[in-house]
């Protein structure tokens, strides 16, 4: 069974910086595409990006390309967001989340997506 837990939410003013985690355990994430979402409330979750198994490719949404960064740690199996410049239309609850099979390309949809963490609230004040 795959376990995702995310952590390093919390609240930042506008203009700042925050990173997240997403820690894994049942899945070596170096195989895994790997998506980070989010949600605020009376919201749709939302795509913010993914990165590729194997080389690493990734890809973001228009709203946080330039800004955001996804990147990962094969040894502690971890895949982090690192979010720059933050505007307050970043607030929401962010999700890391795992397809169901290894070594295959996810897409930008959750339902493209099997396996999610708890989540970690970004809240960005003005």
């Known amino acids: 069974q795959v376990q995702l837990v995310e952590s390093g939410g919390g609240l930042v003013q506008a203009g700042g910086s925050l990173r997240l985690s997403c820690a894994a355990s049942?899945?070596?994430?170096?195989?895994?595409?790997m998506g980070w979402f989010r949600q605020a409330p009376g919201k749709e979750r939302e795509f913010v990006g993914r990165?590729?198994?194997?080389?690493?490719?990734?890809y973001y949404a228009d709203s946080v390309k330039g800004r955001f960064t996804i990147s990962r740690d094969n040894a502690k199996n971890t895949v982090y967001l690192q979010m720059n410049s933050l505007k307050s239309e970043d607030t929401a609850k962010y999700y890391c989340?795992?397809?169901?099979?290894?070594?295959?390309?996810?897409?930008?949809?959750?339902?493209?997506?099997?396996?999610w963490g708890p989540g970690t609230q970004v809240t960005v004040s003005s």
């Open positions: 049942g899945r070596t994430l170096s195989t895994s595409d």
């Open positions: 990165i590729g198994w194997g080389g690493g490719t990734s």
């Open positions: 989340a795992a397809p169901r099979l290894s070594f295959r390309s996810a897409g930008t949809g959750p339902d493209d997506y099997d396996y």
